[in-house]
């Protein structure tokens, strides 16, 4: 069954993901592991730029994401994935804020569906984002993000949206050249065309579905970044 049509309100929306039938290996890893380079929250340039200092232009190429933020992550990603051997997965997500001390946190966690989740948006400290994960009954990874969840996230306003698919996690931020709102249904239909001619073109799902993605950042103006879990985010393409 495809993505149904969601109703987007100020304190939820709906995440949805395509199934997939085919099972694919996953993404070669990285060799070797980067250097931590260590960054307090008042330098680091993630932080200034969901507190607006920062211009996305003047990012770097390579994202760092604090520990205890990656723990929660992959803490959510075990969750999806507990009751696999049963043949049952679930998404798990929540809400992305800054609090007072400009730590990134992940706040309101909720499970939902194999293929959806209604993420709770009203939060007490600043929301500058969402993440949410998407496991696959058959087992395969590396699955990024669906046409509906960045329709969600450009219609809600947010700057990084996370999803973490197995050890693969997907980023977009937006820019200031991000429309205010997209029709859904558009970027749905963009995004399936774009993966099926991927597919069609001999891709696996993984690659068809990061390929569409990346025809949507550049149809919207998202930055999009993807890497490993624990690991800094790269940047595969900027507006
Ligand atoms: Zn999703």
Redesign the pocket.
Known sequence: MPCKATAVSESSLR???EPFDELRACPEPAEGTAPVEMMTSKTDPLIEFLRGRRSWRDLPEELTLPDDLWHQMDDLWQRSIARIAEGQVSEWGGVLVLDESDNLRLVNIVQGTSRAIMLQLAVQDTRVGTF?T?PQPSGITGIA??GV?LADAINTGELLSI?QSGEEVFATLRTDATPMFVEWKEVAMQYGFSRNEYVGQGMSEQDATRYADLDLCVAYALAFYCGRAFEPLVEEYRP
Do not use: A, G
Request: aromatic share 12%; charged share 20%; hydrophobic share 35%.
């Open positions: 995440r949805c993901i949410h998407h993000f669906s969840d999803v």
